[in-house]
């Protein structure tokens, strides 16, 4: 059952569409060393959302913290199959799009990566997201729901 929607447009990074349960991180995370690629859990000390995982999330975040093994940890959770469903950037990150990238190179399902501006950002609230390529549909349902 929907409650209500609300459709964003983002900046495709790496095609696609994917759907979950919507986790929008408050701090800046860093996938080397932030979360760990065999269960997908937010391991950061001190970080407020330590203890939860991204598998299956549309994970959205406005400050990745880069580091140039953050593709490598990206590339790991898609293999053992604890990747987000679709990734939601408020900042632009070539890092993480490269593991993707060399997912889609192997052969693997790599999950979709849009930007999206900072005047959007705010907008990313409710329980559950669907991406397909550059629509995001945003919603509060306790079930998938679909694009406008």
């Avoid at 059952?1 to 800046?28: E, F, N, W």
């Avoid at 391991?43 to 549309?58: F, K, N, Q, W």
């Avoid at 950037?89 to 399902?109: F, P, R, Y």
């Avoid at 995001?136 to 729901?145: E, H, K, M, V, Y």
Wanted: glycine residues 12%; hydrophobic residues 45%.
């Amino acid at each position: 059952m929907v409650l209500s929607t609300h459709a964003i447009a983002g900046r495709v990074l790496c095609p696609g569409s994917g759907q979950g349960p919507l986790l929008k991180l408050s701090a800046p995370l860093s996938f080397w060393g932030g979360v760990d690629p065999a269960t997908g859990r937010i391991i950061l000390d001190h970080h407020p959302e330590r203890g939860l995982s991204i598998a299956g999330t549309v994970l959205a975040f406005e400050k990745p913290i880069g580091s140039s093994s953050s593709s490598s940890v990206l590339l790991e959770l898609i293999h053992n199959g604890a990747a987000p469903a679709a990734i939601l950037l408020g900042d632009l990150d070539a890092i993480l799009i490269v593991g993707c990238l060399v997912a889609k190179e192997l052969g693997l399902s790599a999950p979709p990566v849009l930007y999206i501006e900072e005047a959007h950002f705010s907008k990313l609230t409710g329980k559950w997201a669907s991406v397909d390529n550059g629509a995001i549909t945003i919603g509060c349902s306790l079930a998938p729901i679909t694009s406008i």
